[in-house]
């Protein structure tokens, strides 16, 4: 059966939404072209009918994910905003999380076709910041909740160092606010 432009345009994308999902989850290592195409639904030979590489699908992924993240808090307050992401909820579903705190580690080992998407996710995040002092600022709170979800991550679910670290760091984001 032939597949018509329009589905195969939609197939991609879905194929595009269940890679942002996966690599979130696994990281980029941790997800290969068979998991990927039976979670999303296709058999492994498509793979290429859609990609020439895994790591142009990495690339679309991650300006997916971050495109999610955007429009899920473009109008969000700071200080609800902050309170979300360092959440236990947050740090316990990647999968639906901030992409720059699920796979930042992995980006900086891959292709600079990701790193390109990164960075532009970043300096997205910094235009609202007027002048040297905000942009700094900006970027100090960026790496500062980043960080925070990392480190939580690294810790065993169940530590209550794991959510000594997402305290700490939101009520120390929510200090930098009010400064």
């Not at 595009?16 to 941790?30: I, K, M, N, P, S």
């Amino acid at each position: 059966m032939k597949v018509t432009k329009a589905q195969a345009r939609a197939n991609r994308a879905h194929i595009v939404a269940t890679a942002a999902t996966l690599f979130r989850e696994r990281g980029y290592d941790g997800v290969s072209v068979a998991d990927l195409m039976g979670a999303a639904g296709f058999t492994h030979g498509g793979f290429y009918k859609h990609f020439r590489s895994k790591a142009d699908l990495m690339t679309e992924a991650a300006a997916c994910g971050f495109a999610q993240t955007e429009a899920r808090t473009g109008t969000a307050e700071r200080a609800a905003l902050i309170k979300q992401y360092l959440s236990r909820e947050h740090r316990d579903g990647p999968g639906d999380g901030c992409t720059m705190a699920a796979l930042s580690a992995d980006a900086s080992r891959q292709p600079a076709e990701v790193k390109e998407v990164f960075g532009q996710a970043i300096e997205r995040s910094l235009e609202q910041a007027q002048g040297e002092a905000a942009r700094a600022r900006r970027i100090n709170e960026m790496a500062h909740l980043v960080g925070a979800i990392l480190l939580s991550r690294a810790c065993p679910d169940d530590s209550a160092l794991a959510d000594e670290i997402l305290q700490a760091c939101c009520a120390q984001a929510l200090a930098g606010l009010a400064s």
